[in-house]
């Protein structure tokens, strides 16, 4: 994390690969004995507080309420509170980041459980977003490829408004093509691009669009803060994100706060030209005081044992079966630097 954070990344995201990946409509036991829950909770709050403890301040730690067991999985499949055992180790979850000052993205999981995972979410939202004005210590991840997330998310925005806290997005394209649903999700890939896109456009600047419309027509009050983890190994996404928010500083508009993330070892080409750009930002700043556009970036990283990390990895691979189309964007930007160095000699 040192390394990454020399090299000029702004931190890590953090990630405890403990998950459960559903198949056949398995979806927990609706009676686990009291002791097996206790010991499926445990053993998912010790990884998850470990991950908190390895994060520094201004990093983010990923979890997975998956990863806590059967009958959690059952109470999120019916859209159920969660267990008092569960309640009370996320609420210690929460409590130990807000204390070390990290930020925590809840993921988005399959579509089976996904539901209550929003539901969740946004309890642990309003709890602990409305602290610090301005600032989310819980995400909630919103991903672009299902035709749904667009009215649930402007649902959420609705409430944060009502409610008075900040609502916190890590906002993703999908990672579960294999096991949900096809009719769910979006049947092109441009279509999902568009949505990624004008979501991610309608965040930063704080405003509807002909994608993200307001649930609530005229009615609603304001467009609530927002915290944005904009995930992407697009660059076209990533750029587009940039100029929105480089045409908002020469504007002198308000901004949200922001961060760009990848996952190790993966568009590694996308996170170098954002840390350029920062290093770029730093070097032409005129004064201390002097506001410039310098992006965020962290990196995410994912630990485990080999049989917790395997279905993420599996996952990962299905996910990036474009990877070849990034690798030729990878190896053309490698191109142009080699050829502007060999100008330079």
């Keep these: 994390m040192t390394i990454l954070k020399d090299m000029g990344f702004e931190g890590v995201i953090l990630g405890y690969a403990k998950e459960v990946v559903i198949e056949g409509g398995s979806v927990g036991k609706e009676e686990t004995d009291a002791a097996t829950v206790k010991e499926e909770v445990i053993a ?58 990290v930020r925590l993205l809840f993921d988005a999981e399959q579509t089976t459980v996904q539901a209550g995972i929003d539901m969740w979410t946004l309890n642990f939202q309003r709890r602990y977003n409305s602290e610090v004005p301005g600032k989310a210590l819980v995400h909630g991840t919103y991903q672009a490829y299902l035709r749904a997330t667009a009215a649930t998310l402007a649902r959420h925005i609705a409430a944060a408004s009502d409610e008075g806290f900040t609502l916190g997005v890590k906002l993703v394209r999908g990672a579960y093509l294999s096991s949900d649903p096809r009719h769910l999700f979006w049947s092109e890939k441009n279509d999902t691009d568009t949505a990624y ?45 940039m100029g929105i928010r480089k045409e908002q500083l020469v ?53 485990g044992t080999v049989g917790e990390c395997l279905k993420y990895l599996l996952r990962r691979a299905q996910e990036n079966r474009d990877a070849i189309v990034r690798t030729e964007e990878g190896l053309n930007e490698l191109r142009k630097e080699l050829v502007r160095r060999l100008m330079r000699t």
Excluded at 74 to 94: F, H
Excluded at 209 to 238: I, Y
Excluded at 259 to 276: F, K, P, R, T
């Design 44 to 101: 998912w709050k010790k990884g998850t507080l470990e991950t908190v403890d390895l994060a520094q301040k201004g990093d983010y730690v990923a979890l997975k309420f998956t990863g806590a067991g059967s009958q959690a999985l059952y109470e999120l499949s019916r859209c159920l509170p969660p267990s008092k055992v569960l309640e009370e180790a996320i609420v210690e979850i929460c409590e130990l980041a807000k204390q070390r000052d």
């Design 197 to 241: 896109n004008k979501i991610a456009e309608s965040l930063i600047q704080r405003r509807f669009n002909n994608v993200l419309k307001s649930s609530q027509g005229e009615d609603m009050r304001e467009f609530p803060n927002v915290n944005l983890v904009l995930a992407s190994h697009n660059l076209s996404s990533v750029k587009q994100a």
């Design 251 to 303: 504007l002198g508009e308000k901004r949200i706060h922001m961060v760009y993330g990848q996952l190790m070892g993966m568009a590694d080409h996308v996170s170098c030209e954002l840390i350029l750009a920062g290093k770029l930002a730093h070097n032409s700043q005129q004064s201390p005081q002097e506001n410039r556009d310098a992006p965020k970036v962290h990196k995410y990283l994912v630990w």
